[in-house]
C-alpha cells in the first residue's frame, strides 16, 4: 500500500511568483485536503477535494486554488506569492464515505520558502 | 479556532507513562476525541479516538472523563522516538470531511 507522497519537497520562490504543489493520494482514498503550518504553529486547513470538486474550504484567499484529478491525486497553487506564505503545505487523503476512523493520512509536507 | 486546550509543553523520562492532558469544554454529542503526533518535519500522524469509552491500540490508551470535557492521552512506555507535538482534536467521527482544526498542541520531550 502506498502512503501520501507530495512533491517537490522543497521549493524556493520569490514575492509575485506562482507555485504548484503535488500530492498523490494513498491507494483507495478519494478525498485530499490541504493544510498550510507555519512555522511553530499547528497546520490549518486550506481546502479539501472530493470527486474533482472543491468541498470544503477554509480562511484562505482566491489565490489559494487546487485540482484533483480522475485519479484522486491533487494540485495546491498558489498565485501572486508573500512572504507570509512561506510553510510546509501537508496534503491528506481519506476515504469519502467509508466507515472506519475517520483518520487523515498525511504526506511528509513541500517546505516552500518565499524570498 | 480550535475546541481544545493543552499545555504548551511536557517532560517525561524514558521508559515512564507518559500522560497529555487536554480540556474539550464545549464538545458536541457527536463529535469524538481525536489524537494525533507530529514528529519534527514529518507529517501529523494518528493516533487514537473516542466518543466516551476508554480506549487502546498499539500505540496509546485515551480516558475521557464521564461529562466528556477532558481527556488524557496515555502512552505507556515512553521512548525517545515519541518526542513530538502532540494534537488532540474534536471532529465528527467517521465524518466525509478532511477539515481538522489543529490547536498549537503539547510539545512532549521524553528524556533518557
Known amino acids: 500500500e502506498t502512503g501520501v507522497t507530495q512533491s517537490p519537497t522543497h521549493l524556493i520562490k520569490t514575492r509575485g511568483q506562482q507555485v504548484t504543489l503535488r500530492c498523490s493520494s494513498q491507494?483507495?482514498?478519494?478525498?485530499v485536503s490541504w493544510y498550510q503550518q507555519a512555522l511553530g504553529q499547528g497546520p490549518q486547513f486550506i481546502f479539501q477535494?472530493?470527486?474533482?470538486?472543491?468541498?470544503g474550504r477554509g480562511n484562505f484567499p482566491p489565490r489559494f486554488s487546487g485540482l484533483q484529478f480522475p485519479n484522486y491525486s491533487s494540485e495546491l497553487n498558489v498565485n501572486a506569492l508573500e512572504l507570509d506564505d512561506s510553510a510546509l503545505y501537508l496534503c491528506?487523503?481519506?476515504?469519502?464515505?467509508?466507515?472506519?476512523?475517520?483518520?487523515?493520512?498525511f504526506g511528509e509536507g513541500s517546505r516552500l520558502t518565499v524570498l | 479556532d480550535a475546541k481544545t486546550t493543552q499545555p504548551p509543553s511536557m517532560d517525561c523520562a524514558e521508559g515512564r507513562a507518559a500522560n497529555l492532558p487536554c480540556n474539550h469544554s464545549?464538545?458536541?454529542?457527536?463529535?469524538?476525541v481525536y489524537w494525533y503526533r507530529q514528529i519534527h518535519s514529518q507529517g501529523p500522524q494518528y493516533i487514537i479516538h473516542g466518543l466516551k469509552n476508554n480506549e487502546t491500540n498499539e500505540m496509546a490508551s485515551l480516558i475521557i472523563t464521564e461529562d466528556r470535557k477532558s481527556s488524557t492521552l496515555i502512552l505507556p512506555h515512553a521512548t525517545l522516538r515519541d518526542t513530538a507535538v502532540y494534537y488532540c482534536i474534536v471532529r465528527v467521527g467517521s465524518s466525509n470531511t478532511g477539515k481538522l482544526i489543529f490547536g498549537q498542541g503539547t510539545t512532549l520531550q521524553v528524556k533518557p
Open positions: 464545549t464538545i458536541s454529542g457527536n463529535e469524538y
Open positions: 491507494s483507495g482514498h478519494n478525498t
Open positions: 491528506a487523503s481519506s476515504p469519502f464515505g467509508g466507515a472506519g476512523t475517520g483518520e487523515l493520512f
Open positions: 477535494y472530493y470527486r474533482e470538486e472543491e468541498n
